[in-house]
């Protein structure tokens, strides 16, 4: 499966952007989504996953009540809608696929992913 990211930018502290994940290739049903992210000179990290039929979300601490993973299977797409926004969000963010029902917290977990989409959060 192809992944794509898109809907990063540049937005000030306290707004609100909306990352989507447009999957080609495969059907994207039967993969768990995740989102990552990495910031300069740190590791990538975890952010947010759901399930291959879009139960089940789970989140960093650092953005729980903040972001929300969803999915559209029929749009083959998934989301990251990230409100509240902090300059501690900046970073690259990613998508990725998993070939299972339940998704992952850990970037192992994961064997397709789509190029980054740049985040930066001004304060």
């Known amino acids: 499966v192809q992944l794509q990211a898109s809907g990063g930018g540049l937005v000030q502290a306290g707004g609100s952007l909306r990352l989507s994940c447009a999957a080609s290739?495969?059907?994207?049903?039967?993969?768990?989504m995740g989102w990552f992210r990495q910031a300069p000179g740190m590791e990538r990290q975890f952010v947010a996953a759901?399930?291959?039929?879009?139960?089940?979300?789970f989140y960093a601490d650092s953005v729980k009540g903040r972001f929300t993973i969803s999915r559209d299977n029929a749009k083959n797409t998934a989301y990251l809608q990230m409100n509240s926004l902090k300059p501690e969000d900046t970073a690259v963010y990613y998508c990725?696929?998993?070939?299972?029902?339940?998704?992952?917290?850990?970037?192992?977990?994961?064997?397709?992913w789509g190029h980054g989409t740049q985040v930066t959060v001004s304060s």
């Open positions: 759901i399930s291959r039929v879009g139960d089940s979300p």
């Open positions: 290739g495969r059907t994207f049903s039967s993969y768990a």
């Open positions: 990725a696929a998993r070939p299972s029902y339940s998704s992952a917290i850990y970037v192992g977990g994961y064997d397709y």
